[in-house]
């Protein structure tokens, strides 16, 4: 299993299948939808506490932003947040990470407000690290979306076909009754 932003070549590397956060359009690469991404702001609960109730609040607040894909302008920004959000984009820029998990841990011990990921955010909420000061009326669900890809010229093994289902499951699943492969 490797992990990374950058685009690889499947075939070059000898890649079966894997997991690609997008539109589902790569050349060479078949895509199947496994699940919608959703984001919202989230901070430490300490945040909360100090006053941030409201949106209009996070004028107050340095925002943390994610620039492990900036290149991409589907990517789930505070720019398109506050657009859907029909409200215009405070002037109060924070830090700058490029990636996803030390963003979100940026979050959870600092002063600002984070663009989380529902995927990547959902075990901090449910620990009590993380928690969304305007709750569910304050999330947008991204352009792009989790999809599972193998080379679009090679026919699927029986492994594969077995994996696909297994991510089709687990991305269906409540959060609750998601599980390791047996």
């Not at 963003?103 to 011990?109: F, G, K």
Request: hydrophobic letters at 45%; a negative charge.
């Amino acid at each position: 299993m490797e992990t990374q932003v950058q685009l690889i070549d499947y075939a070059r590397e000898g890649i079966d299948i894997g997991l690609r956060y997008g539109q589902g359009q790569w050349p060479g690469l078949a895509a199947e939808y496994l699940m919608a991404e959703t984001v919202f702001p989230v901070c430490a609960p300490a945040l909360v506490a100090q006053g941030l109730q409201r949106i209009e609040h996070l004028s107050q607040y340095p925002l943390l932003h994610d620039t492990s894909v900036a290149n991409n302008p589907n990517y789930p920004s505070w720019s398109c947040w506050f657009r859907q959000q029909h409200r215009p984009l405070p002037n109060n820029v924070g830090l700058q990470i490029n990636s996803s998990a030390d963003l979100i841990a940026a979050a959870i011990r600092a002063q600002e407000v984070a663009l989380g990921r529902e995927v990547l955010v959902r075990d901090d909420i449910a620990s009590g690290t993380l928690v969304c000061p305007f709750g569910s009326a304050a999330a947008i669900t991204s352009a792009m979306a989790y999809h599972v890809v193998w080379q679009q010229d090679r026919p699927c093994n029986q492994a594969m076909i077995d994996f696909r289902h297994w991510l089709q499951q687990q991305a269906a699943a409540p959060v609750t009754q998601q599980a390791a492969p047996a």
